[in-house]
């Protein structure tokens, strides 16, 4: 049978089309001055405008995304430029990374707990972590700092035996009024104004000499056998937020960044805190005043009433932990009052030294007196 010259056009033209469905290309499209590829393959055909058909386009899988660490994703929740990502590390360690700010005080951290082992702190570095280098030692005294808005804290640990050898009694200095005056102020409460200049000199003692400032949540640990603070460590403390406080200690205290507890009657006082250094706690809402007898409120008035004011005053100070006692007083029915505030802590005028098994409701000071010196403070604490 003799094949036409038009049938054999016919036959070659469906020939060509065949071979086009299954040899496979690739089709390079330009989108958005990017380049995407795209897999020409042997897959359903798909009619074009004159009726021939072309081969389907089947896409390139996308390449699944690296998943977001912890600390990324917290920093995904806040466009604060300061916000720093804090992770835990360290042996027995599982705890999610924090939010902190950077140039502000830490708060919260951790202090995480293990049987047979006792809690000796957060430090730069896992090498610090094992050698507990003291002055590597990070806690809620510390401006936070960090890279590329992250920054890993390692957890040290030692034995209760060790602990118990460090034997570490922990002093809380207790100032109240200051004075420009070198002679002193002239009147009753001469005792207590500090000279401005002898406080100064006694910060850059404990600035300079390297001290740990607990807070008061790692002495609450210490005092329960659960957290290590090493001998070298001082509690800064000031009674009433008098205003001589605020315009002569207060910036001392900022100017060597040393952490300062401020006791305020929030009945008299209800302005945020002088300085980022500055903590401001309760010396009660408006028992900074005698009852009947002459003895401060905390002593006259009934568990419930000492309960209701602390309450105001956390709400005013937006914290409770610690009270300082007006005056000094205290008993039983004060005791009972404090728990049922929820507060842990409470601050006394009595002398003496915090120690594993103190009575946390009685804490003990040192008083610091008008007069007394740099030597009289390294007398008081080493």
Request: aromatic share 8%.
């Given at each position: ?197 002898d406080f100064d000199a006694q910060m850059a003692y404990i600035q300079e000499g390297g001290f740990y400032l607990p807070t008061w949540d790692e002495l609450s640990a210490f005092i329960d056998g659960k957290v290590f603070l090493p001998k070298h460590s ?66 006259n008035d009934d568990a419930d009433t000492i309960a209701a004011d602390l309450e105001q005053s956390a709400t005013i100070l937006g914290a409770k932990e610690v009270v300082a006692y007006p005056f000094g007083h205290y008993n039983d029915t004060t005791k ?37 010196t740099v030597d009289d403070l390294k007398d008081a604490i080493g």
């Amino acid at each position: 049978m003799t094949t036409t010259r038009a049938q054999h056009r016919r036959r070659t033209t469906r020939r060509t089309r065949l071979r086009r469905t299954l040899v496979a290309t690739t089709a390079i499209v330009l989108i958005a001055g990017g380049v995407t590829a795209f897999a020409l393959t042997r897959g359903a055909s798909t009619p074009t405008a004159d009726g021939t058909t072309a081969p389907a386009v089947e896409d390139t899988p996308t390449p699944t995304p690296t998943p977001k660490t912890a600390s990324e994703q917290l920093l995904a929740t806040t466009a604060d430029p300061k916000a720093c990502a804090v992770s835990f590390a360290g042996d027995g360690i599982a705890l999610a990374p924090q939010l902190q700010t950077q140039d502000a005080l830490y708060t919260g951290l951790p202090l995480p707990q293990a049987d047979g082992r006792v809690f000796a702190g957060w430090y730069e570095s896992a090498a610090d972590a094992a050698a507990m280098t003291l002055s590597a030692r990070v806690n809620g005294s510390d401006l936070v700092t960090c890279t590329a808005q992250e920054k890993t804290l390692h957890a040290g640990w030692t034995t209760p035996d060790a602990n118990a050898a460090e034997d570490a009694s922990i002093p809380i200095l207790m100032y109240h009024q200051f004075t420009t005056k070198p002679e002193g102020e002239d009147n009753w409460l001469r005792l207590n104004y500090a000279y401005i200049g002898d406080f100064d000199a006694q910060m850059a003692y404990i600035q300079e000499g390297g001290f740990y400032l607990p807070t008061w949540d790692e002495l609450s640990a210490f005092i329960d056998g659960k957290v290590f603070l090493p001998k070298h460590s001082v509690i800064i403390t000031d009674d009433d937020a008098d205003s001589t406080w605020l315009e002569l200690a207060a910036p001392v205290v900022d100017k060597r960044n040393l952490l300062t507890t401020s006791f305020v009657i929030t009945s008299a006082r209800t302005e945020p805190t002088p300085n980022r250094f500055v903590l401001q706690r309760s010396h009660t809402h408006d028992m900074h005043r005698a009852g009947e007898n002459g003895k401060g409120r905390m002593v006259n008035d009934d568990a419930d009433t000492i309960a209701a004011d602390l309450e105001q005053s956390a709400t005013i100070l937006g914290a409770k932990e610690v009270v300082a006692y007006p005056f000094g007083h205290y008993n039983d029915t004060t005791k009972e009052g404090v728990r049922k505030a929820g507060f842990e802590l409470g601050r006394t005028i009595e002398h003496g030294y915090v120690r594993i098994g103190t009575d946390k409701l009685a804490l003990p000071v040192i008083r610091m007196n008008y007069g007394m010196t740099v030597d009289d403070l390294k007398d008081a604490i080493g």
